[in-house]
């Protein structure tokens, strides 16, 4: 099973700061990674696929990168509103199973 | 508008049973494959199982495989989860979630508490 690994577990930062998430596969998944952000109580929502693609409706702020096994999550002027929890998400096909790394809970300093 | 509405959450016993549904409207559900998504009290997600457009593929997460089963009817544009031999580990919100592309889950409900306590 292809295993999942993020960092840092939670930061925190200024308003305007540039936050940056690592997700890294235990092997390679060309660029089938997938990234979330879940605000408390709330069910999570897409902003990233396919490693680098922006979910439509997503502001540009958010950004990722990367394919083989490390990848990158980026917001590039933190915002109030994006105090969350923030976690990868991988697919293997052989047999199909998804996973999602442990999170990354980003707070405002 | 997608809309994805969990329901049949509540408080087993451990052993006991429950069925989920997942009631989708906004979109042709028929031709989607769909998934549940699980989330133990603050803790991370977990998938849970997967269900293809005409129930010909069907997969489970190992931590459940043999005791969840999944299922849809497309007429009824819902999807289910039937929790039998239910333990207290499985306690956690269950979302269902529409999967598009390479794996991603575009939409999800808002979720549904299953409680296995005695």
């Known amino acids: 099973d292809i295993q999942m690994t993020q960092s840092p577990s939670s930061l925190s930062a200024s308003v305007g700061d540039r936050v940056t998430i690592t997700c890294q596969a235990s092997?390679?998944?060309?660029?089938?990674l997938n990234w979330y952000q879940q605000k408390p109580g709330k069910a999570p929502k897409l902003l990233i696929y396919?490693?680098?693609n922006l979910e439509t409706g997503v502001p540009s702020r958010f950004s990722g990168s990367g394919s083989g096994t490390d990848f990158t999550f980026t917001i590039s002027s933190l915002q109030p509103e994006d105090i969350a929890t923030y976690y990868c998400?991988?697919?293997?096909?052989?047999?199909?199973?998804?996973?999602f790394g442990p999170g990354t809970k980003v707070d405002i300093k | 508008e997608v809309q994805l509405v969990e329901s049949g959450g509540g408080l087993v016993k451990p052993g006991g049973s429950l069925r989920l549904s997942c009631a989708a409207s906004?979109?042709?559900?028929?031709?989607?494959?769909m998934n549940w998504v699980r989330q133990a009290p603050g803790k991370g997600l977990e998938w849970v199982s997967s269900?293809?457009?005409?129930?010909?593929?069907?997969y489970y997460a190992d931590s459940v495989k043999g005791r969840f089963t999944i299922s849809r009817d497309n007429a009824k544009n819902s999807l289910y989860l039937q929790m039998n031999s239910l333990r207290a580990e499985d306690t956690a919100v269950y979302y269902c979630?529409?999967?598009?592309?390479?794996?991603?889950?575009?939409?999800w409900g808002q979720g549904t508490l299953v409680t296995v306590s005695s």
């Open positions: 092997q390679d998944i060309s660029n089938y």
């Open positions: 396919d490693a680098s």
């Open positions: 906004g979109f042709t559900f028929s031709s989607y494959s």
């Open positions: 979630a529409r999967r598009l592309g390479q794996g991603r889950f575009d939409y």
């Open positions: 998400q991988q697919y293997d096909n052989l047999p199909p199973a998804f996973t």
């Open positions: 269900i293809s457009s005409s129930s010909s593929y069907i």
